[in-house]
């Protein structure tokens, strides 16, 4: 069996022993910086996740409007609005453009939730039952 090798200087047991100062510091920096980025896009998810929720909800009321529409007579369509849950819906009627029988819906809904209000288009057509 192989002794292990002693060292005739002493000074280079501590010199090898452990990290120095400056690796720990690299080290932390290191860390540090990346659990920093990790928070930086936590709260761009955050963000972006809002923002998808409040498209979702103004697409949910525009549908919810336009079928309310549908299930007028063609004759009595109208412009409008109306308000639900922090939105706006507006909405303009133009019948027999461009096809005869037929009504183009524009819904403009703004959600004015949150510091940046969505606002999002959908237009509609609608055919008259003969």
């Known amino acids: 069996m192989m002794k292990p090798r002693r060292r005739l200087n ?11 100062m400056v690796e720990v510091l690299i080290a932390l920096f290191i860390f540090v ?31 919810q409007q336009i079928e309310r529409l549908m299930g007028t007579a063609y004759e009595d369509l109208a412009d ?8 706006t819906l507006n909405w303009t009627v133009t019948t027999d453009d461009p096809i005869p029988n037929t009504a183009t819906i524009v819904m403009n809904i703004t959600l004015s939730g949150s510091r940046n209000p969505v606002t ?3 237009v509609y057509h609608i055919t008259r039952k003969i």
Request: charged residues 20%; proline residues 2%; without cysteine.
């Open 10 to 20: 002493p000074q280079e047991d501590r010199n090898d022993a452990g990290f120095t």
């Open 33 to 63: 910086f990346g659990i920093l980025a990790l928070g930086s896009m936590q709260i761009t998810a955050m963000r972006t996740n809002l923002r998808a929720r409040q498209i979702t909800e103004a697409s949910t009321l525009a549908t």
């Open 80 to 87: 409008g609005n109306a308000a639900a849950d922090g939105a």
């Open 120 to 122: 999002r288009q959908y």
